[in-house]
């Protein structure tokens, strides 16, 4: 194919971040520049084409080979690729796709951020096993995302899967949106803050004052993960009340969806995933009507900050017509070239190096000595593989204890093997993996 490459673009309200994909999911090259704040329509669709442009010219690519662009926006964006409203940046109103595909001349698709946040995570993530998807995003607010059969659910005018607004509760706490007793009432980390703070001024005492002051304005969920594993009464009472909202919400979409999954993200979950997610799971497993059926996996996000950019390509892929599932085509095929030594099409890697979840090669910054810490492996598991093979050459690497604890934690099986079972190990896989090869 003469012009293989797509754009993604995530815009947010502090920043735009955009990347050159491969067809098969690879990342090119990347970029990310600051949203100026206040900045008008305008200046931010400028924004949007410049880096763009900027993309294909780091890539050096001339821009009519790029095949489509997909744009995230934070907010409802009608089936036009038109902006419906956007809370958070000056974008309301803005007939985007068509004003976009005009100076680019190029086909453009622009979506919602957390429903192409899903999309990603069905095309290279977490989700890329399911063709139904349930994406809930604890952060601030509570952001939901469904995929339907591969693709998402955007309702006739663009506003389906707002799921932290399904009121769950008859008289509930009131919502920013204005309705009462909304999930993101009483899951959302604004809602959350405000249940501290209402303890603390009902004079509940709590270790929060410590971590956050006598007056703590902004709690970040970092201080919740604190406070949970120091077992404090009030915010493990707020944080299970928090649960068990998330949790009520699941089955009920579960009995609609009947879905593969749930996907959970989000500065909530990341901080105190392992307290709520058990639980939500417990809750779905024990549901009296779908007893007889199977229950959804309950997991996490793995794309990260590349989530939404990488859904947006998906979208502008779907879009031309073209699949997003099927097999993994990010990594290198591996090749053993006897004494230890591993090859890819293009060269002969020597010395340390690893295949990364995001299929990088890369060498580790610090050489590994004697044992493999903690450190080097956050480092070489970075981008989030679900299995990590250790090719062990000569040498006979040792994991420290705490980095046995780190892989568990994050549930990523290690395999250590010979250079040449690893690469067939590695080849033979159809998973996110990592490899770390020792010479
Ligand atoms: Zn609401």
Not at 72 to 82: L, M, Q, Y
Request: charged content about 25%.
């Amino acid at each position: 194919m003469s012009n293989p490459y797509f754009i993604g673009i995530d815009v947010g309200g502090t920043k735009i971040y955009g990347g050159l994909v491969s067809p098969e999911g690879e990342i090119l090259t990347n970029l990310k520049i600051a949203t100026p704040p206040k900045a008008s329509p305008s200046t931010i669709t400028l924004l949007i084409i410049k880096t763009a442009r900027d993309l294909a010219i780091a890539g050096r690519i001339p821009f009519r080979n790029i095949r489509a662009v997909g744009v995230a926006i934070p907010g409802i964006v009608d089936n036009d690729g038109k902006v419906v409203i956007t809370p958070n940046i000056h974008l309301t109103g803005v007939d985007l796709k068509k004003i976009l595909a005009k100076k680019l001349r190029i086909p453009v698709c622009v979506g919602n951020d957390v429903n192409l946040g899903v999309l990603g995570e069905c095309w290279l993530g977490a989700g890329r096993k399911a063709k139904n998807i349930i994406g809930i995003f604890p952060g601030t607010g509570v952001g939901g995302g469904i995929v339907i059969n591969n693709e998402f659910l955007a309702g006739t005018q663009g506003a389906a899967a707002e799921i932290g607004h399904m009121q769950i509760a008859d008289e509930g706490p009131l919502c920013t949106c204005g309705n009462k007793g909304c999930l993101e009432a009483f899951a959302g980390r604004w809602a959350i803050e405000k249940a501290i703070h209402e303890g603390l001024a009902g004079k509940k005492r709590s270790i929060i004052t410590t971590l956050a002051g006598k007056n703590p304005k902004q709690i970040k969920s970092g201080m919740l993960a604190k406070a949970l594993s120091a077992k404090d009464p009030l915010v493990t009472a707020v944080m299970r009340r928090a649960t068990s909202a998330l949790a009520h919400a699941c089955v009920s979409l579960n009995h609609i969806f009947n879905s593969d999954m749930f996907l959970f993200g989000g500065g909530v979950i990341e901080a105190c995933g392992d307290f709520m997610l058990p639980a939500i799971e417990k809750a779905l497993k024990n549901d009296p009507f779908f007893k007889r059926l199977k229950t959804p996996k309950v997991v996490r996000a793995k794309l990260g900050d590349d989530a939404v950019m990488l859904g947006a390509v998906a979208m502008a892929k779907r879009s031309l017509g073209e699949k997003i599932e099927g097999k993994y085509k990010i990594y290198p095929l591996l090749k053993y070239k006897g004494s230890d030594r591993i090859a890819t099409e293009k060269e002969v890697l020597e010395d340390i190096f690893y295949v990364r979840a995001d299929g990088k090669i890369k060498r580790p910054k610090n050489i590994f000595a004697g044992k493999i810490s903690e450190n080097d492996l956050e480092e070489v598991c970075r981008k989030s593989p679900d299995i990590l093979i250790i090719a062990k050459g000569t040498t006979r690497p040792a994991i420290a204890p705490k980095g046995l604890k780190l892989l568990k934690k994050k549930n990523i099986t290690l395999h250590i093997l010979t250079s040449q079972q690893a690469v067939i190990l590695f080849n033979h896989l159809d998973e996110r993996k990592t490899l770390l090869s020792f010479p």
